[in-house]
């Protein structure tokens, strides 16, 4: 596949330099930029971040919260989202960011710089999985993650919204990358917040986002991707 990539493009470098010189410019070998993976007959994305991001800015969209903080989710979710929703974007490793409705600061998500019971609309996607296993040069903690979750719990009002998204499927820790959970481990984790949706991003590339999956759907993934969204 890549001697074929090649054969095309050094095909259509000289029929391209040949134009150039036709219009009395010249293409020198020093101004190529190959990219040889680019010729596809589909656009191939990370089904992951293209889903649960787009689940939950749809949320937003449709509960229009006041402001909205986001716990180090996908840099894209927050800026995106920021268009329409003033949003509060924390990280353990802060960006230098600058746009209009957005907030950039630094927080850790086992001390979250949040009072108790104040946050009205949370989010933290794809991120708790990764807490404690040192990925991001935090600090290796086993129960990192229930120690996240409990933070989460912590901030949240009464009545406030909360999206969590986190690998789900056959229980497991792949050190130093991320853990996948089991539905039920989510869910009691949470207990004492309401679940008012569950969706989930399937192994199988023949779905794309399943709305109100099953439990049993999601504990029968490797890597699948869920949805959580959870009220106080």
């Known amino acids: 596949m890549m001697r074929f990539a090649l054969v095309c493009f050094l095909r259509d470098f000289f029929r391209f330099k040949r134009y150039a010189k036709q219009n ?75 746009l209009s409705n957005l907030f950039s600061g630094h927080a850790d998500i086992l ?8 946050v009205d609309s949370l989010s933290c996607m794809h991120v708790v999985e990764h807490i404690g296993l040192g990925r991001y040069g935090e600090p290796l903690d086993y129960d990192g993650d229930l120690k996240a979750i409990a933070e989460l719990k912590r901030v949240l009002r009464k009545g406030g919204t909360l999206l969590f998204v986190v690998p789900v499927g056959r229980r497991k820790i792949r050190f130093n990358a991320h853990r996948v959970y089991s539905y039920d481990q989510i869910v ?6 309401t679940l008012k949706e569950f969706s989930l991003i399937p192994d199988s590339h023949s779905y794309g986002l399943i709305n109100n999956a099953s439990p049993k759907e999601a504990d029968s993934q490797e890597y699948g991707c869920g949805c959580f969204w959870f009220t106080g």
């Open 24 to 98: 009395g410019d010249t293409l020198r070998l020093r101004d190529i930029y190959p990219c040889l993976s680019d010729r596809t007959e589909t656009t191939s994305f990370d089904r992951h971040y293209v889903y649960h991001t787009s689940w939950a800015a749809r949320i937003l969209a449709d509960t229009s919260p006041e402001h909205h903080i986001d716990i180090s989710s996908d840099l894209r979710f927050a800026t995106i989202v920021s268009a329409f929703v003033p949003v509060r974007y924390y990280d353990y490793r802060p960006v230098r960011l600058t």
């Open 111 to 118: 001390d979250l710089p949040f009072e108790t019971g104040s």
């Open 188 to 193: 009691s984790g949470f207990s004492g917040l």
